[in-house]
Nanobody, 123 residues
Framework: QVQLVESGGGLVQAGGSLRLSCAAS????????MGWFRQAPGKEREFVAA????????YYADSVKGRFTISRDNAKNTVYLQMNSLKPEDTAVYYCAGKSSNIIVTTEEYDYWGQGTQVTVSS
């Protein structure tokens, strides 16, 4: 099993920045693809970004491309989501997710999920 714990959420004004962290514990972290998803009130959970274990390949939803950056530090068993130029429509609960393989997917076919961290962007 892999346990994932997100942190770094909060309230920020539009145009501001936040960095989310996802700390993993349990089984091997470095051989797994990791992703971030988000769920806004009244909406379905949606893909945000994903990264392979080496960090050499990343993928982003069109809505965040150019504003968000996913990265990881395998030595620290942590994946990050740097969010810049935040907009009110980025308001959501953000979830970290891990796969048992190194294949990036944009659907919810991940094996491990964190509990989520709230991000609120005020206008």
């Amino acid at each position: 099993q892999v346990q994932l714990v997100e942190s770094g959420g909060g309230l920020v004004q539009a145009g501001g920045s936040l960095r989310l962290s996802c700390a993993a514990s349990g089984r091997t972290f470095s051989s797994r693809a990791m992703g971030w998803f988000r769920q806004a009130p009244g909406k379905e959970r949606e893909f945000v970004a994903a990264i392979t274990w080496s960090g050499s390949t990343t993928y982003y939803a069109d809505s965040v491309k150019g504003r968000f950056t996913i990265s990881r530090d395998n030595a620290k068993n942590t994946v990050y989501l740097q969010m810049n130029s935040l907009k009110p429509e980025d308001t959501a609960v953000y979830y970290c997710a891990g796969k048992s393989s190194n294949i990036i997917v944009t659907t919810e076919e991940y094996d491990y999920w964190g509990q989520g961290t709230q991000v609120t962007v005020s206008s």
